[in-house]
Nanobody, 119 residues
Framework: QVQLVESGGGLVQPGGSLRLSCAGS????????VGWFRQAPGKERESISCISAGDDNLRYADFVNGRFTTGRDNSATTVYLQMNRLKPEDTAIYYC????????????WGQGTQVTVSS
């Protein structure tokens, strides 16, 4: 499975926002489905969102509850995850994966980007 590069993580206060970005190494993500996932300390990895290939259909986990938005940037070469109204429980390592939005279908994980929500 081709690994992608995540960026944009950091430390943010509760209620704040972050925008994560996901890029291919030397190729465009335009034609691929991309899933965002996260793993909080001591917890299993979970799916956050999915943008489908072709029709760019969007799906979100229930816990997102309208706070996060995923999409392709204007050039469609990268995929973003805009996170608003962040909560301490959103603290996790965030990953993007090419071609699947199902945790069990992921063969290998990239390094991810750390998001810490704390005052």
């Amino acid at each position: 499975q081709v690994q992608l590069v995540e960026s944009g993580g950091g430390l943010v206060q509760p209620g704040g926002s972050l925008r994560l970005s996901c890029a291919g190494s030397g190729f465009s993500l335009r034609l691929y489905a991309v899933g965002w996932f996260r793993q909080a300390p001591g917890k299993e990895r979970e799916s956050i969102s999915c943008i489908s290939a072709g029709d760019d259909n969007l799906r979100y986990a229930d816990f997102v509850n309208g706070r996060f938005t995923t999409g392709r940037d204007n050039s469609a070469t990268t995929v973003y995850l805009q996170m608003n109204r962040l909560k301490p429980e959103d603290t996790a390592i965030y990953y993007c994966v090419l071609g699947t939005c199902v945790v069990e279908m992921v063969d290998s994980w990239g390094q991810g980007t750390q998001v810490t929500v704390s005052s």
